[in-house]
């Protein structure tokens, strides 16, 4: 018998099938010992030593392995092909030596790129043993990653108020968002003209033709500046004779793009499916571990964490095979294509992304995929196979052309191009993704009509167009992931993880798939460029990343690389401990003075305070977090939110008297509008027992009267019941903005005067549409995805959906699954141990969970009794990137 270590449970059942009845192949779930998140887990005094910690589930399956090796002639370790797999073999082998469970045991490391029975069988006949350096590679970056996280974190929280944490990468992959929107802070929009005109060949045919000279001189993009030139050129064009002086046709080929790395895939999943990085990831890991199809589990990809760009020999070959089979010979290339990376700092010598048989087209496979599942692979399937196909054919034409009148000419000139052989482009379209550039030349796709050189062109229209530059756009996640991987920081393994971090401390937000920075977020890589410049710096992130993976070529001692950081950035953040709150706030009023002073309407110094006159605004630092305040406190207690929006400024001139806005008719209490240190808000009462609400984005201050503070001192209101479930459905406000609300499930709503319009049938039919979407970023409790049944002492078991990733629940009881588990595939048993360990360690009793009251009703936080952003925010934890 030989005992067999996978990542996954999913992974388990497939190879043990593939191994048969003389291998037990078993799951350690992912990673079996971490740093314990506290001081004192890498000791750089201590040469560096780590402090390693088993959780209680984990425990539980290093005891399954152990048991299992008692009758076992051999122990091979086989996790996954990369840095972190190879670190869990390691894991494994240390914890069992230190059982003394192995003995004279043979150990072997094997490795896989897909999950297959070839892939498998092969794996297993060249078995090999631990590769310390890429064992190194991981300690190093590990440790390199706490000690930041767990030195630099406590800064922030002394000299920054409100600030989450810092992490090696994290910070630097926030800085790239925060310096755009500097860039797009300090953009001045400039005029330019564009004129064209619309011609016509002697046989009728019509086509467009853009100005490039005139006078002599050549014309840019931006040479018509203004007006008056344009429609001075345009006179001229009016009345100008027209001649095609050369018509220039010339054959061009395409080339396809190599199959996807983690990289590239997560761009145009993003692009072509409106996929984020997670979910891309997520998708991918269920695509690798395998499908059932037709009664046999199949791994359909190879491995998704990879820089590799070549497919294996035997892959070119079926690819070939399969291109000729579905599209004929003519789309197979006389010789077989080979690519090479261009990443900077290119990981393991991986394959890149594929199918594991390209003979399983996407059609083949629609009854066996869910819709997420079927898109990934459909695009998978025709990158790769496109990358091995013909080159497309393409005919670009040229067609100068010069207006002569009075003596004055200028030239214009049209382009065109047809496709006389589409090539790879009949398997998949190489536009230009979402922070992936095509191999395309730019060519005009517009096919030109016959046109003869000298022969003379009608006139038919001359257009001259407005325009105005535009600042560059914000990053989405694909964009800012090419651009990471291009300046050599993070690796394929830590994309998605480091842009969830930044969304879920609220440092960016993600709108329409672009990402602004949060005003915390903004201050966070202030205060790191002013005080800490060197370790948020593109180049020294980039080297340190250079270091690693010549650690993991066993080029550099792992120890010596953390001694040479340890020493500097120890002494910076020494450096921190005679730092003055003065000093920062002087730095980040600079550094930040776009978004601290945002310019006025009307042209007055954004610095001086509009309710006294006299002070000066400064950033302040509170408990809460930082906000804009009056040199004059406490005489002048003027405060406002910390914002770039104009008409912030409107929203704090209520800071010395509360504004009267008349009684609530039913109570007889006054109702006011106020600021406070978190914005403007409303009031019915007074002391502790008034009820506040603060005002929703987009309402000015001063629009706000007696009947829309009553409207929001309301809420939440009740629509109706539901008539299916007879339950009260509501609408209200909350932290992600307008919603409605039914038992259990909130839906957004488009606006917030939806909350006060919107009637029992739209809302059935808003919640109907969220709960068919499934469960998501949202309040309250999510929807079950699964129920295993009751537990032992009573209550449900479920597993849910959360803003964090899947988990089971039980009563009180959160229980985070492992990275690599499917929540459908959760078992009863796995749960029980799961809450057992999390009941284990946060210290929450098991047992059965009180049934609610029928008549509970969940308060959004709109409706508190004080306004949400006066609540004290949670103690964080440094965490790793």
């Not at 980040?588 to 006299?614: K, M, Y």
């Amino acid at each position: 018998m030989n005992v067999v270590v996978v990542e996954s449970p999913a992974k388990a059942k497939t190879i043990n099938k593939y191994l048969g009845s003389g291998y037990k192949v078993l799951a350690s779930f992912g990673h079996v010992r971490d740093l314990p998140a506290k001081d004192g887990s890498v000791l750089p005094d201590e040469d560096f030593e780590m402090k390693w910690e088993v959780d209680t589930a984990s425990n539980k399956r290093l005891k399954d392995i152990t048991e299992a090796l008692k009758g076992a002639d051999s122990l091979i370790l086989a996790t996954d092909p990369d840095r972190e797999g190879e670190a869990i073999s390691w894991h494994v082998l240390e914890v069992l030596n230190k059982k003394k469970a192995l003995k004279d045991k043979k150990v072997s490391r094997v490795v896989f790129n897909a999950i297959t029975k070839k892939s498998v069988l092969d794996a297993m006949a060249n078995p090999r043993e631990i590769d310390t350096p890429l064992v190194d590679a991981y300690l190093a970056r590990r440790a390199l990653d706490y000690l930041v996280g767990f030195n630099l974190s406590p800064v922030l929280w002394r000299k920054l108020p409100g600030a989450r944490s810092a992490g090696r990468v994290q910070s630097v992959a926030l800085r790239l968002v925060c310096d755009r929107e500097s860039e797009i802070e300090r953009f001045v929009s400039e005029e330019y003209w564009q004129i064209s005109a619309d011609l016509k060949t002697p046989r009728g045919d019509g086509f467009t033709a853009r100005l490039t000279s005139h006078d002599g001189e050549k014309i840019t993009k931006m040479s018509v500046s203004d007006g008056e030139l344009a429609n001075k050129i345009k006179d001229m064009l009016e009345g100008a004779s027209f001649v095609a002086d050369s018509v220039e046709a010339k054959p061009n080929r395409r080339n396809p793009s190599p199959p996807f790395t983690t990289s590239t895939l997560q761009q145009a999943a993003s692009s072509k499916l409106g996929f984020n990085a997670s979910r891309t990831m997520q998708v991918a890991q269920k695509l690798y571990e395998g499908i059932d199809i037709g009664g046999e589990t199949v791994g359909l990809i190879t491995y998704m964490r990879t820089d590799g760009v070549q497919m294996a020999p035997e892959a070119i070959e079926e690819a070939r095979t399969a291109i000729e089979t579905r599209f004929g010979a003519r789309y197979v290339p006389e010789k077989a294509r080979i690519y090479s990376t261009k990443a900077k700092n290119a990981q393991e010598a991986h394959e890149a992304i594929r199918p594991t048989g390209f003979e399983r087209a996407p059609d083949d496979l629609k009854k066996y995929l869910d819709a997420d599942q079927l898109k990934l692979y459909d695009l998978i399937w025709k990158r790769a196979t496109a990358s091995q196909m013909a080159s497309a054919e393409i005919e670009r034409t040229t067609v100068d052309i010069t207006a002569f009148k009075d003596g004055k000419t200028a030239g214009l000139r049209a382009t065109g191009s047809v496709i006389r052989f589409d090539g790879f482009i009949a398997a998949y379209t190489d536009a230009k993704e979402d922070g992936e550039q095509s191999d395309g030349d730019g060519d005009d796709d517009t096919r030109l009509p016959e046109i003869n050189a000298r022969e003379a062109l009608a006139k038919d229209k001359i257009n001259a167009s407005q325009h105005f530059t535009e600042p560059p756009p914000r990053y989405s996640e694909a964009s800012l992931i090419k651009k990471m991987e291009e300046l050599g920081i993070g690796r394929p393994s830590t994309y998605a993880s480091t842009l969830a971090t930044l969304r879920d401390r609220e440092y960016v937000l993600i709108e329409n798939r672009r990402l602004t920075p949060e005003p915390k977020g903004r201050l966070v890589i202030a205060f790191l460029e002013n005080f800490f410049n060197r370790y948020v710096e593109f180049g020294f992130t980039a080297d340190l990343e250079e270091k690693l993976d010549r650690i993991s070529a066993g080029e550099l001692a792992w120890k010596d690389v953390l001694r040479e950081f340890w020493t500097e950035f120890h002494q910076h953040i020494d450096d921190t401990k005679e730092l003055r709150v003065t000093q920062v706030l002087d730095a980040l009023n600079e550094a930040l003075a776009p978004l601290v002073f945002p310019v006025r309407e009307d042209g007055s110094n954004p610095r001086i305070c509009p309710t006294c006159g006299t002070g000066n605004l400064s950033l302040k630092l509170g408990k809460y977090g930082a906000f804009v305040g009056c040199s004059n406190y406490p005489d002048c207690n003027f405060t406002r939110q910390l914002s770039s929006d104009p008409s912030a400024e409107g929203e704090a001139s209520l800071s010395n008297e509360p504004k009267d806005l008349g009684k609530d008719p039913h109570t007889e209490e006054p109702i006011t509008l106020r600021t406070g240190r978190f914005g403007p808000y409303v009031q019915r009462g007074e002391g502790k027992e008034a009820k506040r609400a603060s005002l929703p984005k987009g309402w000015a201050v001063d629009s706000i009267d007696h009947e829309k503070a009553m409207a929001l001192l309301s809420l939440p209101r009740d629509i109706g019941q539901h008539p299916e479930s007879g339950k009260m459905i509501s609408a209200g406000i909350g932290r992600y903005g307008p919603f409605v609300l039914h038992d259990g499930t909130y839906a957004n709503l488009e606006s917030v005067e939806d909350v006060f319009s919107i009637g029992l049938n739209r809302a059935v039919t808003v919640i109907a549409e969220k709960q068919a979407k499934g469960p998501g970023r949202g309040r309250g409790t999510p929807t079950a995805l699964k129920a295993l049944g009751d537990h032992p002492d009573g209550g449900p078991i479920t597993v849910r959906d959360g803003k964090y990733g899947p988990y089971v629940n039980w009563g009180k009881i959160n229980a985070t699954l492992p990275k690599d588990k499917v929540p459908a595939e959760v078992t009863v048993e796995e749960a029980l141990e799961m809450i057992a360990a999390k009941a284990a360690t946060s210290g929450k009793k098991t047992k059965a969970p009180a049934k609610k009251a029928t008549k509970a009703k969940a308060k959004p936080k709109a409706a508190a009794k004080k306004p949400a952003a006066a609540k004290k925010p949670a103690a964080s934890k440094a965490k790793k990137d």
